[in-house]
C-alpha cells in the first residue's frame, strides 16, 4: 500500500523544453505538488552546479540525482531525525550530502585517455563548440562542463560508438545514449538512484512512497520502468519508447506544458489524503 508520493522527473525534453530550456508552464504544476507537500525529485543528466542553481530558480528545495544515477545531492539537514547510514556515510559538498553511486570522473579519465575515443569530449572540447552542441549560453555551459561523474560524448561513427561501449563495459563502466550525447560514467543509472533515495525516504519517514516518474528518452527508461506511475513526456527523443512501453502515460505536448500534463495525468491516478513530511 502506498502511503505517500514522490516526483522523480527527467529534465532536459521532460520538464525543460529540447530546444530553449523554458520551464514557465510547468509552474502551476510545480506549486500544485509543493502545495500537496509532494517532493519533486530531478534525477537527470545534468551536474550539480546545474541543479542547484536550476533548484534555486524553481524554489524546488529537495534532493536531486546528478549526472545519470552517479550520485544523490541532499541538502544537508533534509532528514533532520533519520540515522541511517547511508547519510551518515555521505561526503559533504557545500551545504549538500552527497551519496556516491557511481565513479570519479579521474577514474574516467584515465579510461578515457587509455581508449583515445574518435569523439568530441564535452568537457574538454572548446567552449564555443560546447555552446553549438547544446544550445546552452556560456555561463551555462561552463556548469555543464563542470561534471564530477560522467563524460558526455559524441560520436560520429555508429560503429565506434558501439565498440567503444563494449570496451566500457569490459573495463566495469557504464555508458548511457542521451538526448545529445553518450554519457561515459560509473555502473549506475537513474532507476538504481531513484531506489535508494526512495528507500532513504521510507527509513526515515516509515511510510511506504510510491513513484511518479517523468522522462523523455532512453537514459529515462530505467527509471520509469521502475516507477509506480511512469510518464512518457512527448519530444524528439521519445518515439523509440512508445513503442517499447505503451503502458507509459504519455503526452500530447512537449515540454514544458507536457510535464505538466502529464504530473495531471500521473496525479488522477493516485488517491493522495495529504502530504510527505520529510523528517
Same mark, same amino acid.
Given at each position: 500500500?502506498i502511503d505517500r508520493w514522490m516526483v522523480m522527473t527527467d529534465l532536459d525534453g521532460t520538464l525543460l523544453n529540447h530546444h530553449n530550456y523554458d520551464y514557465q508552464a510547468a509552474g502551476p504544476a510545480l506549486k500544485q505538488l509543493a502545495t500537496l507537500n509532494i517532493p519533486v525529485i530531478f534525477?537527470?543528466?545534468?551536474? #550539480?552546479?546545474?541543479?542547484?542553481?536550476?533548484?534555486?530558480?524553481?524554489?524546488?528545495?529537495?534532493?536531486?540525482?546528478? &549526472?545519470?544515477?552517479?550520485?544523490?545531492?541532499?541538502?544537508?539537514? #533534509?532528514?533532520?531525525?533519520?540515522?541511517?547510514?547511508?547519510?551518515?556515510?555521505?561526503?559533504?559538498?557545500?551545504?549538500?550530502?552527497?551519496?556516491?553511486?557511481?565513479?570519479?570522473?579521474?577514474?574516467?579519465?584515465?579510461?578515457?585517455?587509455?581508449?583515445?575515443?574518435?569523439?568530441?569530449?564535452?568537457?574538454?572540447?572548446?567552449? &564555443?563548440?560546447?555552446? &553549438?552542441?547544446?544550445?546552452?549560453?556560456?555561463?551555462?555551459?561552463?556548469?555543464?562542463?563542470?561534471?564530477?561523474?560522467?563524460?558526455?560524448?559524441?560520436? =560520429?561513427d555508429t560503429h565506434q560508438e558501439e565498440a567503444f561501449t563494449r570496451q566500457a563495459e569490459q573495463a566495469g563502466l557504464g555508458c548511457l545514449k542521451g538526448g545529445r550525447?553518450?554519457?561515459?560514467?560509473?555502473?549506475?543509472?537513474?532507476?538504481?538512484?531513484?531506489?535508494?533515495?526512495?528507500?532513504? #525516504? =521510507?527509513?526515515?519517514?516509515?511510510?511506504?512512497?510510491?513513484?511518479?516518474?517523468?522522462?523523455?528518452?532512453?537514459?529515462?527508461?530505467?527509471?520509469?520502468?521502475?516507477?509506480?506511475?511512469?510518464?512518457?513526456?512527448?519530444?524528439?527523443?521519445?518515439?523509440?519508447?512508445?513503442?517499447?512501453?505503451?503502458?507509459?502515460?504519455?503526452?500530447?505536448?512537449?515540454?514544458?506544458?507536457?510535464?505538466?500534463?502529464?504530473?495531471?495525468?500521473?496525479? &488522477?491516478?493516485?488517491?493522495?489524503?495529504?502530504?510527505?513530511?520529510?523528517?
Amino acid at each position: 500500500m502506498i502511503d505517500r508520493w514522490m516526483v522523480m522527473t527527467d529534465l532536459d525534453g521532460t520538464l525543460l523544453n529540447h530546444h530553449n530550456y523554458d520551464y514557465q508552464a510547468a509552474g502551476p504544476a510545480l506549486k500544485q505538488l509543493a502545495t500537496l507537500n509532494i517532493p519533486v525529485i530531478f534525477n537527470s543528466s545534468k551536474t #550539480y552546479a546545474e541543479l542547484s542553481a536550476l533548484a534555486q530558480q524553481l524554489q524546488v528545495h529537495h534532493p536531486f540525482i546528478v &549526472e545519470n544515477g552517479s550520485a544523490i545531492f541532499i541538502p544537508q539537514h #533534509y532528514f533532520k531525525k533519520s540515522s541511517a547510514q547511508i547519510l551518515m556515510d555521505a561526503q559533504r559538498q557545500d551545504d549538500f550530502l552527497v551519496i556516491t553511486i557511481g565513479q570519479d570522473i579521474e577514474q574516467l579519465n584515465v579510461f578515457l585517455n587509455r581508449i583515445k575515443p574518435v569523439a568530441i569530449n564535452f568537457c574538454h572540447c572548446p567552449l &564555443e563548440q560546447a555552446m &553549438e552542441l547544446t544550445g546552452l549560453t556560456k555561463a551555462q555551459t561552463l556548469l555543464a562542463q563542470n561534471r564530477q561523474f560522467s563524460v558526455p560524448l559524441v560520436f =560520429q561513427d555508429t560503429h565506434q560508438e558501439e565498440a567503444f561501449t563494449r570496451q566500457a563495459e569490459q573495463a566495469g563502466l557504464g555508458c548511457l545514449k542521451g538526448g545529445r550525447f553518450l554519457h561515459l560514467l560509473g555502473q549506475c543509472d537513474k532507476g538504481v538512484s531513484m531506489n535508494v533515495l526512495r528507500d532513504l #525516504y =521510507q527509513t526515515t519517514c516509515q511510510q511506504h512512497f510510491g513513484i511518479i516518474a517523468l522522462g523523455d528518452g532512453l537514459n529515462d527508461l530505467a527509471m520509469l520502468e521502475q516507477a509506480d506511475i511512469a510518464v512518457l513526456v512527448k519530444s524528439p527523443s521519445s518515439a523509440e519508447l512508445i513503442a517499447l512501453h505503451p503502458q507509459f502515460i504519455t503526452t500530447q505536448q512537449q515540454a514544458p506544458q507536457g510535464w505538466a500534463e502529464g504530473v495531471q495525468a500521473a496525479l &488522477e491516478k493516485t488517491t493522495i489524503n495529504g502530504g510527505v513530511q520529510h523528517g
